[in-house]
């Protein structure tokens, strides 16, 4: 009984709080028609922003005030991502990323700092002989090769070696004077010197003081006459065999020594202010992997090649063993320090947007809790391998992007604000439409020919970037259809001595290219 008295209590109390919840509700709400006017007014008020604004993610100069079609490429319009949306305000050209967005885009940040710079300059070349330690030997005497001691090219000659035996009329003539003049030596007086005379004819056609005694001594005379050897070396060119007869000073060998070679590089004119004379060396082989050689800089040809605008640098290297062999390729690196930078300012390449006209970095704001960015342009001077000199636009201590830098760039292009490719914010619409990119095959084998085909390329007028993949041979770049044209592109690059799928290179202009570069097969 007292259980069932529990229950219905419990119920009651219940019962008693659901209506004074009713009753609660009631009054609270009572005037809710009124309030839920001004409620939706005030959202309204909070969510109206600028007209949505709507444009194309590979064409962002496209921009309209609905959804549709780019006119460019077909391609679905997207919707503009506007700083409002995050709740904080950024000025118009501030680019706002969450710290989620920076992870996934892995954008990292640097403070620029000043240091002395050193530029890497690297050169491509061969090793060549030495051109002071070649020598023509030659024949002293006219006559026939009566036998030869030196049979093919290659073969190692040392310095007094007989090379060569030849049957000289002249020498048995010139033996014979002297017989004659030594018979008068003292019944005429002129015997002495006609003696001394015949001794020096002999002496001319190489033979020695103690082969004129033994004539002279013995009676006994010889056309043949031994050719020896004036300096030693490798035989890089034979010029007579066994039966020859020659001139008096006809070259019989080429001999070249190996034992100090050049190894000959090819330095583009922009590179030339960093290398001088005395320059510390360093260099490999693609014929010997693993092993490094190092030398000096002994010349700088003063002249410039017309047609491939490089010039000679020329660094002696020892040769012992003989393992250097003229026409091996050798890569070279040159640290060159920069004294006239000393102390600027540094910032690395992979900071760097280069249009061709403009060069921009990222600039991370100082305040705010969200990350902010600001393009900035700036005055870029010489390129040290990785990283730049700045001489203008920066200052010590700021902070760029260094990596995802091109995120950071697409995330402006799409809001519309200054970028890469866009310098001014508010451009007209159509603004930019003559700017296309194009690619075509180029032909060429090493990063000499990517660094003359990129140049070239860029050296036409209305060619704002060109990137060359040895890879795969094809050239990409991005120009103004109203000031250049593909067939220009390829023309430019023809005359370099590359041929394109468009154009053949001349064959003059061709031939003058170093040897690695030589992509036409025989």
């Known amino acids: 009984m007292k259980r069932r008295q529990d229950i ?18 009631w009054w609270l709400f009572r005037s809710a028609p009124g309030q839920t006017g001004h409620a939706h007014h005030t959202a309204h008020t909070h969510t109206e922003d600028k007209p949505q604004v709507w444009t194309c993610s590979m064409h962002p100069q496209i921009r309209q005030d609905k959804p549709g079609k780019c006119p460019l490429c077909a391609m679905d319009l997207i919707p503009v991502k506007t700083a409002g949306t995050i709740g904080e305000t950024v000025d118009q050209d501030g ?137 030693g070396g490798i035989v890089t060119v034979k ?20 034992s100090t070679v050049w190894a000959m590089f090819d330095a583009y004119e922009a590179d030339l202010p960093y290398l001088k004379t005395g320059d510390a060396v360093a260099y490999t082989l693609s014929a010997l992997p693993g092993k490094s050689y190092r030398g000096k800089i002994t010349f700088v040809d003063p002249v410039i090649d017309a047609s491939t605008r490089t010039a000679k640098v020329r660094v002696e290297t020892a040769n012992p063993g003989l393992r250097l062999k003229p026409g091996m390729y050798a890569n070279a690196v040159v640290e060159a320090s920069l004294k006239e930078y000393a102390g600027s300012l540094v910032v690395p390449k992979t ?26 342009e700036i005055g870029l001077g010489a390129a040290l391998g990785d990283a730049y000199v700045v001489l203008s636009g920066i200052e010590e201590g700021e902070e760029i992007v260094t990596n995802g830098v091109f995120s950071v760039d697409a995330s402006a292009q799409l ?43 860029k050296g036409v007028e209305g060619v704002s970037s060109a990137a060359w993949d040895k890879a795969t041979k094809q050239l990409h770049f991005h120009y103004d259809a109203e000031k250049t044209s593909l067939d220009a592109v390829s023309k430019a690059i023809a005359k370099t001595g590359h041929d394109t799928e468009k154009d053949k290179a001349a064959d003059n202009v061709y031939n003058t290219l170093p040897g690695c570069c030589k992509y036409r097969k025989k």
């Not at 010029?239 to 007869?245: M, P, W």
């Not at 060069?359 to 393009?375: A, E, H, T």
């Open 8 to 25: 219905q209590k419990a119920s009651l109390i219940v019962l008693g709080g659901i209506a004074a919840g009713l009753l609660l509700g």
């Open 95 to 231: 680019i706002m990323l969450s710290k989620e967005a920076m992870a996934l885009a892995n954008i990292r940040t640097t403070a620029v700092s000043r240091r002395n710079p050193v530029k890497e300059v690297r050169l491509y070349g061969t090793i060549q002989a030495d051109e002071r330690l070649s020598h023509s030997q030659v024949a002293h005497t006219g006559g026939r090769i009566e036998q030869l001691f030196v049979n093919f090219t290659g073969e190692t000659v040392r310095k007094g070696q007989t090379i060569a035996s030849i049957y000289s009329p002249d020498l048995l003539n010139a033996q014979q004077e002297l017989l004659e003049a030594a018979k008068i030596q003292s019944s005429h007086p002129a015997g002495q010197a006609l003696l001394e005379a015949a001794r020096e004819k002999l002496r001319l056609l190489k033979l020695t003081d103690s082969q004129i005694g033994e004539v002279e001594q013995s009676g006994i005379l010889s056309p043949l006459v031994n050719v020896v050897a004036n300096a």
């Open 239 to 258: 010029k007579v065999a066994e039966g020859d007869y020659v001139n008096q000073g006809s070259v019989l060998f080429e001999l070249t020594d190996l």
């Open 351 to 376: 900071a760097v947007l280069w249009t061709g006209k403009r060069s921009i970095v990222y600039v991370k704001q100082p305040d705010g809790d969200m990350p902010v960015f600001r393009l900035r």
């Open 415 to 457: 809001e519309g604000k200054r970028s890469m490719m866009n310098n001014d914010a508010d451009a007209d619409p159509a603004a930019g439409e003559s700017w296309k990119q194009a690619a075509f095959a180029v032909r060429g084998l090493c990063d000499m020919c990517k660094k003359r085909i990129e140049s070239a390329a």
